[in-house]
């Protein structure tokens, strides 16, 4: 069954909704599955594994629905191209279920980072996302090393001080 994700309007507290249990979740979970549990679909149609991506990497989960996600997109564009040069690499998983939608909002934001598709939940599930935007960075063993199930800010000290440890060599 299909699980409805809910946009955030406050910023959770670690004890107010599992936060660590979340945390856990996504650690394992990037690291253990095989096969297609961590495919999405990119925007030519090609099945995508983010098991594949090489080096540190943060994925936003997302949809252009979301009024805080869409406040965030200005953000993770400054993260992409800050960061980019040190490895990282930017994944939005999109998780609208008419392309088109995205396309549009990617097109007029002029996303400059990687923005995949997940109409079924599969990436969406597998990351225990319960509200959007989530975002998980995950260093160069794709161990997770911050997550945020709200709206980031680039001016987040704990968000920086985990980039500087995802994207060392």
């Known amino acids: 069954t299909r699980r409805a994700l809910t946009p955030t309007t406050a910023a959770?507290?670690?004890?107010?909704?599992?936060?660590?249990?979340?945390?856990?979740?996504?650690?394992?979970?990037?690291?253990v599955h095989e096969g297609n549990a961590h495919a999405v679909v990119d925007d030519a149609d090609k099945?995508?594994?983010?098991?594949?991506?090489e080096g540190?990497?943060?994925?936003?989960?997302?949809?252009?629905?979301?009024?805080?996600?869409?406040?965030?997109l200005p953000v993770l564009t400054s993260l992409h191209r800050t960061w980019k040069p040190r490895g990282l690499t930017v994944v939005g998983v999109s998780v609208d279920k008419?392309?088109?939608?995205?396309?549009?909002l990617v097109t007029a934001h002029q996303i400059p980072y990687m923005v995949v598709y997940d109409h079924a939940n599969l990436?969406?599930?597998?990351?225990?996302?319960?509200m959007i935007p989530s975002t998980?960075?995950?260093?160069?063993?794709?161990?997770?090393?911050?997550?945020?199930?709200?709206?980031?800010?680039?001016?987040?000290?704990?968000?920086?001080?985990?980039l500087e440890k995802a994207t060392a060599l």
């Not at 540190?56 to 965030?72: F, Q």
């Not at 008419?98 to 549009?104: A, D, S, V």
């Not at 990436?123 to 996302?129: E, P, R, T």
Request: net charge positive.
């Open 123 to 130: 990436a969406a599930d597998l990351l225990a996302v319960q």
């Open 12 to 31: 959770p507290t670690r004890s107010s909704c599992g936060l660590r249990q979340l945390e856990q979740d996504a650690t394992r979970r990037l690291g």
């Open 136 to 162: 998980y960075l995950y260093d160069r063993q794709h161990r997770l090393v911050f997550f945020r199930p709200t709206v980031v800010q680039s001016d987040d000290p704990e968000l920086k001080a985990a």
């Open 98 to 104: 008419i392309k088109t939608t995205t396309r549009q």
């Open 47 to 53: 099945i995508l594994n983010l098991k594949q991506i």
């Open 56 to 72: 540190p990497i943060l994925i936003n989960v997302w949809a252009s629905w979301c009024r805080a996600c869409v406040h965030e």
